[in-house]
């Protein structure tokens, strides 16, 4: 795997948990995984136990050389991590920005991970059957994989599979990223990864990748369709036999009430009694009063994407009107920031919030929360709703890619099968039209709550099973990998 992010090392989003999760699966499966990522500063080479492998030579376009180091880490012990040390690309206080302002040279960092990632390969003497990339930072090796050295190269026949954990950010930037990768001009046109004159990095990985994955079956469909799609569709579309969904699993070593240390107190299904104790503490923790009003938490980044505006257009009304206190914990948008960072000052007692990001107060918002809610605009997986089925509190989310896939709506009956609530138009009135419905549903069949959190609590979304998915497109991949060579020779 080569990634851009890989948990506990360097996360922003779930693309680091879910590459640390996969790994990790497939090594206790029983193949020998491993992930490559940048040393980025925050990485503390003592607090994980780096040690020093060898330097590295990756040839830039006209021969230039950059050296870089390769450190080795293990994941629970076992999995290797290589982390790539090259100081004037990931020596950055941030991983892909600093003070909401993207780096400006961010397809040269990235393609010199790309780059180095074949590199690495042949110099540390492990020749993988399947490179397998995720998202626009690393799509580029897909390409190199075709184009580098081809006949001399021992990594010919290694297949590729590029995993689209998010089509909103396609790594799009000046025609100088492309030439810095050397692939040459020819493949610079509209079908590979031009893209109104720019580099589209994401474009150029789909094109050469022996398989494209995303992260849900109904996000898989989303986009090969125009709107879903983000302009990326018709090259989809040419290759839809390559194209798969897998849903994301859950890493529960992580994210399980019953084991985890980070909350206040552990629990399962049939004793809900340490429940209680997160609600408590993390309504002492973050200022709401200590009460058995419901809890409704939210942890997100705060982009376009992520539905925040319908909640800002809509959470005073329900502040007013409906019982809930509620959790949130986020950064991002500056004015999204100043707005919830404002709001526990305007209701005392009734909002807590903290802005910026924090791994353990997002673990106390799964425990302590009743309610989780995800008002994604998009989400082609979204991983904080099913932490949040596990740990008891019921998401709120809207019909969408991985939502849908993962949260069974409530449907008022007794034996209701349903695991959350679920809105379909993404406008403030439907959210507060939900709401609505799920304080109706407190107040009046509090018994059937205690149901959907059953059935909540023993959904299973472990790395088991989308593991052996991604081992059946790697299969996939390695056969038209394979292919073409012959064709080829
Ligand atoms: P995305 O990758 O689009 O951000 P996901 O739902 O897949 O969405 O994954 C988000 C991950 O990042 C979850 O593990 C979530 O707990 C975590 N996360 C998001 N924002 C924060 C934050 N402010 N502090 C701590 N963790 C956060
Ligand atoms: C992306 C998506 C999210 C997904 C995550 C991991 O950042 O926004 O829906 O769960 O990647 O695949």
């Given at each position: 795997?080569?990634?851009?992010?890989?948990a506990?090392?360097?996360?922003?989003?779930?693309l680091?948990?879910?590459?640390a999760?996969?790994?990790?699966?497939?090594?206790?499966?029983?193949?020998?995984?491993?992930?490559?990522?940048?040393l980025?500063?925050?990485?503390?080479?003592?607090?994980?136990?780096?040690?020093?492998?060898?330097?590295?030579?990756?040839?830039?376009?006209?021969?230039?050389?950059?050296?870089?180091?390769?450190?080795?880490?293990?994941?629970?012990?076992?999995?290797?991590?290589w982390?790539?040390?090259?100081?004037?690309?990931f020596?950055?206080?941030?991983?892909y920005d600093?003070?909401?302002r993207?780096y400006?040279?961010?397809a040269e960092?990235f393609?010199?991970?790309?780059?180095?990632?074949?590199?690495?390969?042949?110099?540390?003497?492990?020749?993988?059957?399947?490179?397998?990339?995720?998202?626009?930072p690393?799509?580029?090796?897909?390409?190199?994989?075709?184009t580098?050295?081809?006949?001399?190269?021992?990594?010919s026949?290694?297949?590729?599979v590029?995993?689209?954990?998010?089509?909103?950010?396609?790594?799009?930037?000046?025609?100088?990223?492309?030439?810095?990768?050397?692939?040459?001009?020819?493949?610079?046109?509209?079908?590979?990864?031009?893209?109104?004159?720019?580099?589209?990095?994401?474009?150029l990985?789909?094109?050469?990748?022996?398989?494209?994955?995303t992260?849900?079956?109904?996000?898989?469909?989303?986009?090969?369709?125009?709107?879903?799609?983000?302009?990326?569709?018709?090259?989809?579309?040419?290759?839809?036999?390559?194209?798969?969904?897998?849903?994301?699993?859950?890493?529960?070593?992580q994210w399980?009430?019953?084991?985890?240390?980070?909350?206040?107190?552990?629990?399962?299904?049939?004793?809900?009694?340490g429940?209680?104790?997160?609600r408590?503490?993390?309504?002492?923790?973050?200022?709401?009063?200590?009460?058995?009003?419901?809890?409704?938490?939210?942890?997100?980044?705060?982009?376009?994407?992520k539905?925040?505006?319908?909640?800002?257009?809509?959470?005073e009304?329900?502040?007013?009107?409906?019982?809930?206190?509620?959790?949130?914990?986020?950064?991002?948008?500056?004015?999204?920031?100043?707005?919830?960072?404002?709001?526990?000052?305007?209701?005392p007692?009734?909002?807590?919030?903290?802005?910026?990001?924090?791994?353990?107060?997002?673990?106390?918002a799964?425990?302590?929360?009743?309610?989780?809610?995800?008002?994604?605009?998009?989400?082609?997986?979204g991983?904080?709703?099913?932490?949040?089925?596990?740990?008891?509190a019921?998401?709120?989310?809207?019909?969408?890619?991985?939502?849908?896939?993962?949260?069974?709506?409530?449907?008022?009956?007794?034996?209701?099968?349903?695991?959350?609530?679920v809105?379909?138009?993404?406008?403030?009135?439907?959210?507060?039209g939900t709401?609505?419905?799920?304080?109706?549903?407190?107040?009046?069949?509090?018994?059937?709550?205690?149901?959907?959190?059953?059935?909540?609590?023993?959904?299973?979304?472990?790395?088991?099973?989308?593991?052996?998915?991604?081992?059946?497109?790697y299969?996939?991949?390695?056969?038209?990998?394979?292919?073409?060579?012959?064709?080829?020779?």
């Open positions: 795997m080569v990634a851009a992010e890989c506990p090392y360097a996360k922003v989003g779930g680091g948990d879910v590459v999760g996969l790994a990790k699966q497939l090594a206790v499966s029983g193949h020998d995984a491993r992930v490559l990522l940048p980025y500063r925050g990485i503390e080479r003592q607090r994980h136990g780096l040690r020093y492998r060898q330097n590295v030579c990756v040839h830039g376009a006209g021969g230039r050389e950059r050296w870089a180091g390769v450190w080795e880490g293990r994941l629970d012990d076992t999995l290797p991590v982390l790539l040390d090259y100081g004037a690309y020596d950055r206080a941030g991983l600093e003070n909401n993207e400006a040279d961010n960092r393609g010199f991970l790309s780059k180095a990632a074949l590199q690495v390969c042949k110099d540390l003497a492990f020749i993988p059957d399947v490179m397998h990339v995720h998202d626009w690393t799509a580029p090796t897909a390409a190199l994989l075709k580098w050295d081809r006949r001399l190269s021992p990594l026949a290694t297949a590729s590029l995993t689209i954990h998010n089509i909103g950010y396609q790594g799009v930037a000046p025609r100088a990223g492309f030439a810095y990768l050397g692939l040459g001009d020819d493949w610079f046109n509209s079908h590979v990864c031009e893209d109104h004159g720019r580099f589209n990095m994401l474009k990985g789909v094109f050469f990748a022996d398989a494209v994955t992260v849900s079956p109904t996000h898989a469909g989303e986009i090969l369709s125009a709107d879903g799609g983000r302009g990326l569709a018709p090259y989809l579309q040419w290759k839809r036999g390559d194209v798969f969904g897998i849903l994301n699993g859950a890493d529960y070593s399980s009430p019953a084991t985890d240390p980070l909350i206040p107190a552990n629990y399962d299904a049939r004793r809900l009694v429940k209680q104790d997160c408590r503490a993390l309504q002492q923790r973050l200022g709401l009063t200590v009460s058995d009003a419901p809890i409704i938490s939210l942890v997100s980044r705060f982009a376009v994407q539905g925040l505006y319908l909640v800002r257009n809509c959470l009304q329900a502040l007013r009107e409906l019982p809930f206190q509620w959790v949130i914990i986020g950064s991002g948008d500056p004015a999204l920031e100043k707005y919830f960072g404002e709001l526990p000052g305007r209701y007692g009734q909002v807590g919030s903290y802005i910026g990001y924090h791994n353990e107060l997002s673990h106390w799964q425990a302590g929360g009743d309610f989780f809610l995800v008002p994604s605009l998009y989400e082609p997986c991983l904080t709703q099913i932490y949040a089925l596990k740990y008891g019921l998401p709120i989310v809207r019909a969408t890619g991985g939502l849908r896939d993962t949260v069974v709506n409530y449907n008022n009956a007794a034996d209701s099968d349903g695991t959350g609530f809105f379909w138009d993404a406008t403030p009135s439907a959210l507060l709401l609505r419905w799920v304080a109706d549903t407190w107040w009046n069949r509090h018994d059937q709550l205690a149901r959907l959190r059953q059935n909540a609590m023993a959904k299973d979304f472990s790395w088991a099973q989308p593991a052996r998915e991604y081992l059946k497109v299969d996939h991949a390695s056969r038209a990998r394979r292919a073409l060579l012959e064709r080829e020779s």
